[in-house]
């Protein structure tokens, strides 16, 4: 029998022994335990190490506001870090261990840390560890030096980096009421949504409906409260418009009714079954929202209350009637408040004895002392505990005479002999989300709480989360805003009938007992009372900078049970009342959320995969893919032993002396179809497109609405009122939204539609002398000489019996062609044209060739026209119609668009025979040592075989001037340097006698 | 954030494109008013409550809305197509405020 | 006020840390100034130092409309580079680097700023090429950077997936090894400190409610704390440049205000040590002190003054971070939170004299003003002192725009959120 399990009681499974282990020890526990309470029952009182001090740390709550006992829960390789042990449900082979300890969690050197308590006071770091100005420290380098031990020593567990085998999914749902928390009133609220037809969602973030109907021990329409709420739950288990979420957190409440949860979906299982998902993240959009999220119990501020076995007093409350654990033997009670009564008497009742009630008011209610007598207890009012003892356990604990008015301590201190002190400072409404959702909150002075603001999104509140903490108000509260939230009034009815413990909602305003010791607001962080006042001597006294100076609620935690506390501590050194210190306004996530909940559908599949129709067919025959955007294209197609030069010298070469084809499906295409479809490409092109005839196509510049260049392409005229635009790959999306906004914002009057049509053609471009030798021998229905298809014209044929249309145009510089066919023949059109092309000696190539024969004939792509580029800049200010206005026309001569020593396209050719660089500079003298004085760089360089040199395109500074001159490549990222000649960016075949044929 | 599209009903900003303030006049194509272009392409009304702006509904019919937004609450308080209402935003923004 | 060292940290721990003095004052406005800078953030107040440091201006108050340092200066994810592609940039985000190598002892303050490089990773040959040519343009400014072969880059960052598996397989990276984070409140309160012990009044909860003016000119502003004249009114307010500028009648200007989010991770051991940014999709992460991986991403893509984020980007940001970090999927983000972001039409700031007589305006910071914070209150302060823009900050006018002079590291043009 473990040491500290009742002998009955709690709804945990008594039959199921479940197996784990907590630092390589192994233990058991029952099904339905927590880790924490689990390891409670075996009598474990050291569950972790704090922040910056180290010290020995128990569990304090026994729910999601946990600051003490974070554990990594380990499954293989796989490590979760900073898990809250009261958050961890039980299952076989559990592997659990603590974290930020070294050598081990029972001796850790870093304790020593403690002994620096007062030097390392809040903020401490910002006014030491500078250095010295002068020496080999100086700079940051003496900063850096110390800032190494820090990062080591700081952090809490260690993220692994195997990755994780889970999946992880997304639901988008849709809802008229969403209710968050299942306690008295989220049960209520959802049954009278329900009752109206509404489509409800019930989100509970621990493993069982019911809330504090589980462990109050109340007594709900003659039942006990627990069972209450489980027959509640069944009921709404029979609705058909009911969806009940068990482990749920919503954690988010953005705009327009959107939140966002997260349900731990297999946490709790030893494996998954197949096909499920770890966590699911739903994003539910609903007409209105139930909050019913509760309240959290807050610590007192006292010496010595982080010591292992000082607890919350409600958390002590669960551990016995829902787990069946008592935190102690020999329990002490330290409150401000009536509620810590009721827990006495529930602990009693499981068994421990209650040597103490220490209250910090003089005056208590005769049914507070009537509860004290039933518990056995002493009852020491205007009291307080001013410290603790023991090391890794509690011992005991002194008290002394308290004056709640001035916070003075009086006479003798007093020894009570106890092994676990719970303590209770009121209650903090849990107001989370409705302060996401975007108001501010609103102190209550009787509360002593910050309430619920009003609502700035479709939200009611109920119950405890509005400060009405008893049951039976909750009860009330739930219905109405099931009601409300269903846009329903509901006859009067008759409620449930709740018999609780009786008790004041009110504490008594004292956060704090000033006593020798150090007293923690934050645990985690290991703020004390003194760090807030020394943030207050320092100025430091806005609620955002105590955080921000002292770090209290920035732990993992988020402050949930130590803003408060904080805010009062600073109120009181300020002299002013706590709304006025300010209040924290919270964001997003209510607690941490998985990084691969959120990234869901997406995790290990980031973006969709773009592939053109001829993909296979690439890999099937050794091409080596790269992606370009979201496509993939061909770079190469190696033979056995080439490397990518030798690859693309072959491939561009035999283009020239033969034939080549390349898929060009990626680029992008556009239907322009309408009776002003000409006029549209007028204005959207520098040139004039509606003298083009039907039948023809045409290169064309785009500029922005800057008069900067934008993109470029070929469109074709294949009806009166009927254009085919070619983008290029990466501008393809933009173009369109381009063309889209003008038609439908600007220009509303043009009778024109675009569509995109990227996806619905396959294209190939087949260039080189024999080219039209290979098309005449395979293409049906239309002849490909000279007479028929002129340079950029276009026919319509067949290849192996599929509708083809075939523009003579060239990006390589030789006789050219581009086939385009439906993108389900994509794939046999380019069997059919490879197997044509067999006897010419056609080859494959890809991106690298492509590239080299651009180069060498001069042509511009993204790499120069890249935003910052003009038409003149590219010497293509020969498409700049004077006939016209066009997109840009009347910004591209503004002063700046028209300097002279504006970077201009350039052809390079290295004079050391050696390969030049994308993205080396260029500059007049060359100083390797020291580089200086770029006036230009280079976008893109190749060996070119047509001419047997190194050769680049470059944006130079003045460029046009400087053909003929010298100058140097300066690449000191890559160490090269070495003399070029800058000449035109027409290197090969200049006045276009190969491509006219 | 939830924008209706007069198409396609309320659906979530993730279909959108966002394409900035709508109260933008892009001159005639043949001014030579430099100013007025320079105005139109680089100057933005910025302002901290009702916004009248044009988003694209890139995710669904691909039509563009103009939509009076609050850039302090994002709520929305009116949408249509940007197509020809633009004066009818701009009174139902001045009446407003 | 004491000069802050290990000696007077021992110092004071034992008198139980009860002499500490705050570290600016308190004080009521005055009636006049000689300048005042709107916005206590971190170039208001690096402004109003270097106006008392550098010009001997030190009858300036600060104003702040809620408390120091609560806009971007502690919002943002604290990275602190100068490896842009264009001159203009460059010299002056490198001429703020060398001030961010020293700021600790100049403030006498640490802020913390640790030099570990920020690496940018490329996907694509384009994109190697791309970087190519900025880390050279960087070198011929004297800047440090360096390309990273993938090993080198495991070798610093082992939780990187850098296998040709990836949906984006990284080729290489950018390092700029001079690069790193700093601690972004330290900044502000450095600054302030500073200011306030030469003598500058800085006012917190004194809100801009409208300008006094003599004609054309500024003389002055009203305030929730009542009229305060000037002889000269800056304006350091980023993300609130449009609200204020509407006070002053101007109601465009070529900015939007838009959110970015930021995020960061509960408390890790050391797993990432340095700063990162994803080449396919705009992801930058770096690990704090503390231990928490600090990330954001794109803007939220509307106009927005709500320091409040939306749910796709969330979904965005953290769906490119386990694209890179596959193993991070159990990690868990612990806070969010959004800044006003005040984009410009080109990407980069604005530091002049004018629109208006008497005025100065400090604005366009986009995402990129904390690492700014040194060089942008220099040359600000210089600007106020001289009435003329310094050699750093001469190309960053307002209308560069109107003139063709943009200075647009990302080529994206007229489109203030896609920079």
Redesign the interface.
């Known amino acids: 029998m473990s040491p500290r399990r009742t002998e009955t009681g709690g709804r945990i499974d008594r039959l199921r022994t479940i197996r784990f282990t907590f630092d390589g020890t192994p233990y058991t526990g029952y099904a339905g335990d927590t880790l924490a309470s689990a390891l409670l029952a075996n009598g474990v009182t050291l569950f972790g190490r704090s922040?910056k001090y180290h010290r020995p740390r128990g569990v304090l709550t026994a729910g999601v506001e946990e600051p003490n006992a974070l554990v990594t829960v380990l499954r293989g390789e796989?490590?979760?870090?900073?898990i809250a042990a009261t958050m961890v449900e039980i299952y076989d082979g559990l592997v659990a261990v603590s974290q930020n300890r070294f050598p081990s969690l029972a001796w850790d050197v870093n304790a020593i840390n403690q002994l620096g308590g007062?030097?390392l006071?809040a903020g401490?770091?910002?006014?030491?560890?500078?250095g010295p100005?002068i020496g080999p420290l100086?700079?940051?380098r003496f900063?850096?030096f110390c800032?190494h031990f820090?990062?080591?020593a700081?952090?809490?567990?260690?993220?692994?980096?195997?990755?994780?085998p889970?999946r992880?999914e997304?639901m988008n749902a849709f809802c008229d009421v969403l209710v968050v928390g299942s306690g008295p009133a989220g049960l209520m609220a959802a049954k009278a949504a329900a009752d109206q037809g509404q489509r409800v969602i019930l989100c509970e973030l621990e493993p069982h409906f019911g809330g504090s109907a589980n462990w109050s021990g109340e007594t709900i329409d003659g039942t006990p409260a627990a069972d209450w709420a489980a027959r509640a739950v069944g009921q709404l288990e029979g609705h058909d418009n009911v969806r009940l979420l068990p482990r749920t957190t919503v954690w988010?409440y953005?705009?327009?009714n959107?939140l966002?949860a997260l349900e731990r979906v297999t946490d709790h299982k030893e494996a998954p079954a197949r096909g499920e998902p770890r966590h699911r993240y739903w994003?539910i959009?609903t007409k209105s929202v139930v909050l019913a999220t509760g309240s959290f119990e807050r610590p007192l501020v006292f010496p010595g209350n982080d010591r292992p076995c000082v607890m919350l007093a409600h958390a002590a409350e669960r551990y016995a009637n829902e787990y069946g654990v008592l935190p102690g033997d020999r329990i002490a009670l330290f409150t401000n408040n009536d509620s810590a009564y009721r827990s006495a008497l529930a602990l009693k009742k499981a068994g421990a004895a209650i040597v103490a009630i220490i209250d910090v008011r003089q005056d208590l209610s005769s049914e507070m002392r009537k509860l004290a007598t039933d518990a056995e207890a002493e009852i020491l009012s205007a009291h307080a505990v001013v410290a603790t003892e023991g090391g890794k356990a509690l011992t005991g604990l002194k008290v002394q005479r308290f004056d709640m008015v001035s916070g003075a301590l009086t006479g003798d201190a007093r020894s009570i002999h106890a092994d676990c002190l719970l303590m209770s400072g009121g209650w903090s409404p849990t107001i989370h989300l409705a302060s996401q959702a975007?108001a501010r909150a609103e102190w209550d002075a009787a509360r002593q709480a910050f309430l619920p603001p009003k609502p700035?999104q479709k939200w009611v509140g109920a119950g405890a989360f509005t400060g009405s903490f008893s049951t039976a108000e909750a009860i009330a509260e739930g219905r109405a805003a099931g009601l409300s939230a269903a846009g329903a009034t509901g006859a009067p009815t008759i409620l449930p009938v709740v018999e609780a413990a009786p008790g004041d909602p009110d504490p008594a305003p004292v956060f704090e007992i000033k006593a020798k010791g150090k007293s923690f607001v934050d645990f985690q962080h290991d703020v004390t009372a003194?760090d807030v006042r020394?943030a207050h001597?320092?100025?430091?006294v806005?609620v955002?900078?105590l955080k921000?100076?002292t770090?209290l609620g920035?732990?993992?935690d988020?402050g949930k049970s130590s803003n408060v506390p904080g805010l009062a501590i600073m109120a009181e050194a300020l002299g002013k009342p706590i709304p006025e210190v300010g209040t924290t306004r919270f964001?997003?996530?209510y607690s941490?959320?998985?990084?691969?909940s959120?990234?869901?559908e997406?995790?290990?599949?980031?973006?969709p995969?773009r592939l053109t129709p001829m993909h296979d067919w690439h890999l099937a025959n050794g091409a080596t893919m790269?992606?370009?955007g979201l496509w993939y294209r061909p770079m190469i197609y190696g033979l056995a032993g080439e490397t990518i030069e030798q690859a693309y010298v072959r491939e561009a070469k035999a283009t020239r002396d033969s034939a080549g084809i390349v898929d060009v499906s990626t680029l992008g295409k556009i239907a322009v179809q309408g009776p002003d479809a000409a006029e549209l490409l007028d204005?959207v092109y520098t040139n004039m497109f509606s003298t083009l005839a039907v039948g023809k196509a045409r290169y064309g510049l785009m500029l922005?609405?800057?008069?900067?260049a934008?993109d470029d392409g070929t469109t074709w005229r294949l009806g009166e009122q009927d254009f085919l635009m070619t983008t290029t790959t990466a501008n393809a999306g933009k173009v369109m939204?381009h063309l889209?906004?003008f038609l439908?914002?600007?220009w509303?009057e043009l009778k024109v539609t675009v569509t995109s049509v990227t996806d619905e053609w396959a294209g190939a471009a087949i260039g080189g002398p024999k080219a039209r030798a290979i098309l005449a021998a395979c293409v049906k229905g239309t002849a490909v000489d000279n007479a028929t298809l002129p340079f950029m014209g276009i026919v319509h044929g067949k290849i192996a019996d599929v509708p083809v249309m075939i523009c003579r145009l060239s990006f390589s510089g030789e006789m050219a062609f581009e086939v385009y066919s439906g993108a389900g023949y994509g794939a046999h059109v380019w069997e059919a044209l490879i197997e044509a092309g067999k006897p010419f000696g056609l080859v494959t190539y890809g991106l690298e060739a492509l590239g080299t024969m651009r180069i060498e004939k001069g042509h511009v792509t993204?790499?120069e026209i890249?935003?910052?580029t003009t038409a003149r800049d590219l010497h293509l200010d020969w498409m700049l119609s004077k006939k016209k206005?066009f997109i840009g026309s009347?910004?591209m001569d503004?002063?700046?668009?028209i300097a002279p020593d504006r970077l201009q396209l350039v052809g390079l050719v290295s004079l050391d025979n050696r390969p030049l660089?994308?993205?080396?500079?260029i500059?007049e003298e060359l100083d390797e040592a020291?580089?200086?004085?770029?006036i230009g760089?280079?976008?893109?360089c190749c060996y070119s075989p047509a001419l047997g040199k190194h050769i680049a395109l470059a944006l130079v500074s003045g460029g046009k001037a400087r053909h003929g001159t010298r100058a140097f490549v300066?690449?000191?990222?890559?160490n090269r340097f070495g003399p070029i000649e800058i000449v035109s960016n027409h290197f090969y075949d200049p006045d276009g006698s190969r491509m006219h044929g | 954030?939830?924008i209706t599209c007069p198409y396609c009903g309320p659906r979530?900003?993730i279909e959108f494109?966002y394409?900035g303030d709508g109260n933008r006049q892009?001159?005639q194509?043949?001014?030579?008013d430099?100013d007025a272009?320079?105005a139109?392409?680089?100057d933005r009304l910025n302002p901290a409550g009702d916004h009248n702006e044009?988003w694209?509904h890139?995710g669904g019919c691909?039509?563009?809305l103009r939509v009076v937004r609050n850039t302090l609450?994002?709520e929305i308080s009116s949408s249509g197509f940007?197509?020809?209402d633009h004066k009818a935003a701009r009174h139902r923004l001045e009446t407003k405020s | 006020m004491a000069e802050?060292?290990?000696l007077?940290?021992?110092k004071?721990?034992?008198t139980?840390?009860?002499d500490?003095?705050?570290?600016?004052r308190?004080p009521d406005p005055k009636a006049s100034y000689d300048v005042i800078v709107i916005g206590g953030g971190g170039h208001g107040l690096s402004t109003a130092y270097y106006l008392a440091k550098e010009h001997g201006i030190t009858n300036v108050a600060v104003l702040e409309k809620g408390?120091?340092?609560?806009g971007n200066v502690?919002r943002n994810t604290t990275a602190v580079r100068s490896n842009y592609l264009l001159p203009s940039n460059t010299r002056f985000y490198e001429h703020s680097m060398k001030m961010w190598?020293?700021l600790?002892?100049d403030l006498?303050?640490?802020v913390?700023?640790?030099?570990?490089g920020c690496l940018n990773l490329a996907?694509?040959?384009?994109q190697?090429?791309?970087?190519?040519?900025?880390?050279?343009?960087m070198?011929?400014?004297?800047v440090d950077?360096?390309?990273m072969t993938v090993a080198e880059i495991k070798r610093l960052v082992?939780?990187l997936?850098v296998s040709g598996s990836a949906?984006?397989?990284i080729l290489g990276g950018l390092m700029q090894p001079r690069a790193?984070s700093a601690?972004h409140?330290?900044v502000a309160?450095?600054y302030a400190r500073g200011a306030d012990r030469r003598g500058v009044d800085i006012i917190?909860n004194c809100e801009v409610t409208g300008f006094l003016r003599n004609g054309d000119r500024i003389t002055g502003v009203s305030t929730t704390r009542g009229e305060i004249r000037a002889k000269k009114v800056a304006l350091a307010v980023a993300g609130s440049t449009g609200r204020v500028m509407q006070l002053a009648g101007i109601d465009k200007m070529p900015i939007e205000s838009h959110v970015l989010q930021a995020f960061v991770?509960?408390?890790?051991?050391?797993?990432i040590d340095t700063i990162l940014t994803f080449g396919?999709?705009h992801f930058y992460i770096s690990?704090s002190?503390?231990?928490g991986l600090v990330y954001g991403g794109d803007l939220d893509g509307y106009n927005s003054y709500?320091q409040?984020?939306?749910?796709p980007i969330?979904?965005e940001v953290?769906?490119?971070?386990?694209?890179l970090f596959?193993?991070?999927?159990?990690?868990?983000?612990?806070?969010?939170?959004g800044g006003v972001c005040d984009m410009t039409m080109d990407g980069s700031p604005i530091i002049t004299t004018g629109p208006l007589p008497g005025m100065y305006l400090n604005c366009g910071w986009c995402y990129g003003g904390f690492k700014a914070t040194p060089a942008s209150g220099w040359c600000f302060a210089w600007t106020i002192a001289k009435d003329e823009p310094h050699d750093f900050n001469a190309p960053f006018t307002l209308d560069?725009f109107?003139?063709?002079?943009?200075i647009?590291d990302?080529?994206?043009?007229?489109t203030p959120r896609l920079h």
């Open positions: 922040f796989v490590r979760e870090p900073n007062k030097i006071s401490f770091y910002y006014k030491t560890f500078m100005v100086k700079g940051t900063w850096m800032e820090i990062r080591r700081a952090g809490l567990g260690r993220a692994g980096t195997a990755a994780d889970e992880y997304r988010g953005y705009d327009g959107t966002a994003a959009r975007g700035t003194e020394l001597r320092e100025g430091f806005s955002e900078h921000r100076y770090t920035m732990a993992t988020q964001r997003p996530p941490a959320v998985s990084i691969g959120l990234a869901a997406r995790f290990g599949d980031l973006k995969e790269y992606s370009a204005r922005r609405e800057d008069g900067l934008f939204q889209e906004y439908d914002v600007i509303p993204g790499a890249d935003g910052r206005t009347a910004m503004r002063e700046g668009l660089n994308g993205g080396a500079h500059v020291n580089p200086h004085g770029s760089h280079i976008t893109a300066s690449d000191p990222l890559r | 954030m939830l979530d900003v494109t394409q892009r001159p194509p043949s001014s030579q430099l272009w320079n139109y392409v680089y044009i694209q890139s691909r039509a563009h609450t994002h940007a197509r020809g | 802050y060292s290990a007077s940290l021992l004071n721990a034992f139980g840390n009860k500490w003095k705050p570290a600016w308190k408390w120091l340092g609560s502690g190598e020293n600790s002892h006498n303050y640490n913390m700023f640790s030099q570990r996907h694509t040959p384009a190697f090429d791309d970087y190519a040519r900025r880390g050279n343009a070198r011929h400014l004297g950077a360096e390309l082992p939780a997936d949906r984006f397989p790193g601690r409140d330290a309160w450095g917190e991770t509960e408390s890790l051991k050391p797993i396919m999709g690990q002190d503390k231990g709500a409040r984020g939306s749910l969330v979904d953290m769906s490119e971070m386990l694209a596959p193993g991070l999927a159990r990690v868990r983000m612990l806070r969010s939170w560069r109107y003139r063709g002079l943009v647009d990302k080529g994206q043009g007229a």
